[in-house]
């Protein structure tokens, strides 16, 4: 059968384990210095008493402990728990002390004398000792809530961020797979080998939306082997009028971004600005300090007939970036570009979400 002892907390024991032989040790020397010291036969006699007696008072004192906590577990009434376990532990110290002593005193071979002095020197010393432990095993209990309370509050947060982060998956607009399948189409009476490299790069595009429906990051390189293909599949209903200009650091090719994250800045390029030879639309993509790649492109808006929410993919990007910690930045400036810094994550910020 297991003995279970009242706990207070999970450093109970350890507290124990170091307070009682201390305790045990400090109340012989203080009481019986000259008998303890005598003899091996005396100092150990005194010391396994004493330890017996002093684990015994701190089970009691960590029911009465637990007692109250149990009866008033609530915070606004700490201060009524403190006082009266502190009330009720002082009535056991002093019935604990004037116990011992006596006991002490009952057996002549210990040659202890009781008296009234010697027993308030020790009441008062074991009891300021207890009300020193009370609020020492309040602060570490606090401590270890504040603990557990810090670990499912970032738990929380964490599901929360991946939640979220799936919910504001950016999806691939369904006129691209419209558009996609009417130049392959095209390209299959006019050419068939080029249909064929483009069925292949398309089945690559499609490939990786699937294959990273349930992931929240990507390298950097994966995502531009991604973007080649895609914009094969543009260029091959664009021409050159759609234009890619790649320029990154290999370093930060390892580095992670959501995936479709380039690809909804440039599908969102094309959407708003006019495509042509005469007028082509140029993206760029470079690298920069601090780990950003910077998405630029030249503006030149389309006329549109009726109200379309082009910016609802960016908006998208802009929140999901925020639960990672990491702005995105979007600058539309007066020299007729638009650019857009994409932060890039480490391994050790993959690690948080």
């Given at each position: 059968m297991k003995i279970r002892l009242p706990a207070y907390n999970v450093k109970d024991n350890?507290?124990?384990?170091?307070?009682?032989?201390?305790?045990?040790?400090?109340?012989?020397?203080?009481?019986?210095?000259?008998?303890?010291?005598?003899n091996l036969q005396h100092f150990i006699?005194?010391?396994?008493?004493?330890?017996?007696?002093?684990?015994?008072?701190?089970?009691?004192?960590?029911?009465?402990?637990?007692?109250?906590?149990?009866?008033?577990?609530?915070?606004?009434?700490?201060?009524?728990?403190?006082?009266?376990?502190?009330?009720?532990?002082?009535?056991?110290?002093?019935?604990?002390?004037?116990?011992?002593?006596?006991?002490?005193?009952?057996?002549?071979?210990f040659n202890y004398e009781f008296n009234q002095l010697g027993f308030l020197w020790n009441y008062f010393a074991l009891s300021i000792m207890n009300i020193f432990f009370t609020f020492l095993m309040e602060g570490i209990d606090r401590y270890n809530n504040w603990k557990i309370n810090l670990a499912e509050t970032d738990k929380l947060n964490a599901t929360y961020k991946q939640?979220?982060?799936?919910?504001?998956?950016?999806?691939?607009?369904?006129?691209?797979?419209?558009?996609?399948?009417?130049?392959?189409?095209?390209?299959?009476?006019?050419?068939?080998?080029?249909?064929?490299?483009?069925?292949?790069?398309?089945?690559?595009v499609y490939r990786y939306m699937l294959r990273n429906e349930e992931e929240q990051l990507v390298t950097l390189d994966t995502e531009l082997r991604f973007i080649h293909s895609y914009m094969h599949l543009l260029q091959a209903r664009f021409g050159n009028g759609l234009q890619l200009k790649v320029s990154i650091t290999e370093a930060y090719k390892k580095l992670l971004l959501p995936p479709l994250t380039l690809?909804?800045?440039?599908?969102?390029?094309?959407?708003?600005?006019?495509?042509?030879?005469?007028?082509?639309?140029?993206?760029?993509?470079?690298?920069?300090?601090?780990?950003i790649v910077i998405v630029k492109n030249n503006v030149q808006p389309k006329t549109i007939t009726?109200?379309?929410?082009?910016?609802?993919?960016?908006?998208?990007?802009?929140?999901?970036?925020?639960?990672?910690?990491?702005?995105l930045q979007v600058h539309d400036s007066n020299t007729g570009y638009r650019t857009i810094a994409v932060p890039l994550l480490t391994k050790k910020e993959e690690a948080i979400i």
């Open positions: 350890i507290v124990m384990l170091i307070s009682v032989p201390l305790f045990a040790l400090v109340f012989n020397m203080a009481n019986f210095f000259n008998q303890y010291f005598s006699a005194f010391t396994f008493i004493s330890i017996l007696c002093f684990g015994g008072y701190f089970i009691i004192c960590k029911s009465i402990d637990v007692f109250f906590k149990q009866r008033f577990p609530y915070e606004k009434d700490l201060f009524q728990r403190l006082l009266l376990t502190i009330l009720v532990i002082l009535l056991a110290t002093a019935v604990f002390t004037y116990a011992l002593l006596h006991q002490y005193a009952y057996f002549s071979w939640s979220q982060l799936i919910g504001l998956k950016s999806q691939v607009n369904p006129h691209f797979l419209f558009n996609s399948l009417n130049s392959l189409s095209s390209l299959i009476e006019e050419n068939e080998e080029k249909a064929e490299i483009f069925l292949d790069e398309m089945s690559k690809q909804l800045i440039i599908e969102n390029a094309f959407t708003q600005n006019i495509v042509s030879k005469t007028s082509p639309l140029i993206i760029e993509l470079s690298s920069v300090e601090n780990n009726e109200a379309v929410d082009f910016e609802t993919g960016v908006d998208n990007l802009v929140n999901k970036y925020k639960l990672l910690g990491r702005p």
